[in-house]
């Protein structure tokens, strides 16, 4: 069974810093995404990661969260990182591990249709 479960959530105040973590179990996936969703508002693209045959990593991001936020991944672990810095208000929503079998070109990460996968989600909220 395939599973994300993603964890690292939690209440910071503006500026801080949060780390989140998605754990893969059941299978190996080329290309992993963080999504999030505010309240009232549509689950937005964040950042991606994408491993082809080859050892090179690739990483997109979100204009919002360039500079900011950082996306690893540790295969050994089948495990995505979000390193969240500098964290504004306007970061707070559920964010989303999404993952996907196949190798995703640039164009193609922010579409939430190309991820066959999804974790439950993890609230992160930034006070002012």
């Known amino acids: 069974q395939v599973q994300l479960v993603e964890s690292g959530g939690g209440l910071v105040q503006a500026g801080g810093s949060l780390r989140l973590s998605c754990a893969a179990s059941g299978r190996t996936f080329s290309t992993y995404a963080w999504f999030r969703q505010a309240p009232g508002k549509e689950r937005e693209f964040v950042a991606a990661?994408?491993?082809?045959?080859?050892?090179?990593?690739?990483?997109d991001y979100a204009d919002s969260v360039k500079g900011r936020f950082t996306i690893s991944r540790d295969n050994t672990k089948n495990t995505v990182y979000l390193q969240m810095n500098s964290l504004k208000p306007e970061d707070t929503a559920v964010y989303y591990c999404?993952?996907?079998?196949?190798?995703?070109?640039?164009?193609?990460?922010?579409?939430?249709?190309?991820?066959?996968?999804w974790g439950q989600g993890t609230q992160v909220t930034v006070s002012s």
């Open positions: 990661i994408r491993q082809s045959a080859g050892p090179t990593y690739y990483a």
């Open positions: 999404a993952a996907s079998t196949a190798y995703r070109s640039s164009s193609y990460v922010s579409t939430q249709n190309e991820y066959n996968y």
